[in-house]
């Protein structure tokens, strides 16, 4: 029960704070990207490291990043599909599914086939 209290508290917290950055942005368009699934993914990791250690926490930021990285690899497949090919919104998200997908999952492999 305390868990979920400190994460409740932190990730409360760090949106605030996140809502009150992408509030100062201009313009305001970036606001929606500091909403609340950056913020409590941050809020969280520290609790996670103090109750799942180090390597846990550390397989968890690197899912973090991967993820990241594949949403803006997604977000900009996105934006060539509906500027220069012309696709409704709904069938460009759609199709550029596969490239999240590909995206997070090769990298995944990647980067833990290293480590």
Known sequence: MVEYGLRFLAGGI?????????????PKSF???????????LATLPITLSQKGAPFAAVEGRSMIVGA?????Y???VCVLLKKFLLSSRTATMATLIVWFVVAFGVSAA???LS
């Open 14 to 26: 760090a949106v605030s704070a996140f809502a009150v950055l992408g509030d100062t942005l201009r």
């Open 31 to 41: 606001a929606g990207l500091f909403g609340a699934a950056p913020s409590i993914a």
């Open 69 to 73: 990285f594949a949403l803006a690899a």
């Open 75 to 77: 977000s900009w497949v």
């Open 111 to 113: 980067l833990f086939q």
